[in-house]
């Protein structure tokens, strides 16, 4: 549970670092932005698509993602 913490507090400091809504990121990505808000809260963890779709719009890998 720790790492969808992490996940979700990445997240949403790499969107508001890049000026971007919750809305932006989901359109970016193609999901709802209920799915999107979902992984901010830690409800939900992203497919492996849209986790990397995450890391190429915020520029980090993977692995900073959930650290």
């Known amino acids: ?3 969808l913490y992490n996940l979700a507090g990445n997240l949403k ?3 508001t670092k890049y000026h971007l809504t919750q809305q932006n ?6 999901i709802s932005c209920q ?3 979902a992984y ?6 992203p497919t492996l698509k ?4 995450l890391a190429k719009l915020f520029e980090v890998s993977l ?4 650290q």
Do not use: K, N, T
């Not at 849209?50 to 779709?53: E, G, L, T």
């Not at 692995?63 to 959930?66: F, T």
């Open 1 to 3: 549970m720790e790492e």
């Open 13 to 15: 400091r790499l969107r």
């Open 25 to 30: 990121v989901a359109d970016e990505i193609g």
């Open 35 to 37: 799915s999107y808000q």
């Open 40 to 45: 901010e809260w830690g409800v939900s963890v």
């Open 50 to 53: 849209h986790f990397i779709q």
């Open 63 to 66: 692995d900073e993602l959930i």
